[in-house]
């Protein structure tokens, strides 16, 4: 089953609850080896994209996301902003003018997310960042490409998830973090967890 742009709008919608659901957990993560401020800066960020939203949901799905996109870069401070703003923004370039979103067209805009952090992070898999994340969530999302909509973000959920937990064992070598060296190992990069709870809230709202 295809996904419409109220369908996109509705996803958003549950992101943001989740968000604001999890907004002290990330803020505690972000404490432990950061600056206190991805869950707050991340719930402020949905939370317009929930307003905006309530204005206008645009005509397509990649209209939505690009909505999101250019929200969160005007909205959210920190790394977050620009990091997920610059992969709302290259996947809705992805989905173009289509009506609805089906299984290849999801797959394509998860690639070209994770390409989009990786170029503006300048991160990669092992840095103890979202990257570490999101490149098992889209090699999990391809490997159930014959399923529909739902089992391909709930792939990537449980791979994103798999990611999250693997930055608890790394040492940070991008962003704030990585001025803690030795000392971070042993707390998960909170943009990682944010990533996963993202994923899940995108499949919850596609079953």
């Not at 742009?5 to 659901?21: K, W, Y």
């Not at 990669?124 to 909509?149: K, Q, R, W």
């Amino acid at each position: 089953m295809a996904c419409t742009a109220e369908g996109v709008a509705a996803a958003l919608r549950a992101a943001a609850e989740v968000i604001a659901e999890h907004r002290t957990e990330l803020v505690d993560l972000d404490r432990a080896i950061g600056d206190a401020d991805h869950g707050e800066n991340l719930s402020r960020g949905f939370t317009a994209i929930v307003s905006a939203l309530e204005t206008a949901v645009p005509e397509t799905p990649a209209g939505v996301v690009k909505l999101a996109a250019t929200t969160l870069i005007s909205k959210v401070g920190g790394a977050a902003g620009p990091l997920y703003g610059t992969a709302f923004l290259r996947a809705s370039a992805k989905l173009g003018d289509a009506a609805e979103i089906d299984v290849p067209l999801l797959l394509d805009a998860l690639r070209a997310a994770l390409e989009g952090v990786r170029a503006r992070g300048k991160a990669a898999g092992g840095d103890a960042t979202m990257v570490d994340a999101l490149i098992p969530a889209v090699s999990a999302a391809e490997g159930v490409a014959d399923g529909t909509i739902a089992d391909v973000l709930t792939a990537a959920a449980d791979g994103a998830d798999r990611g999250a937990e693997s930055t608890v064992d790394l040492i940070p070598r991008k962003g704030r973090a990585s001025y803690l060296g030795e000392r971070a190992v042993g707390h998960m990069d909170p943009g990682a967890r944010s990533t996963a709870l993202l994923l899940r809230a995108f499949a919850e709202a596609a079953r």
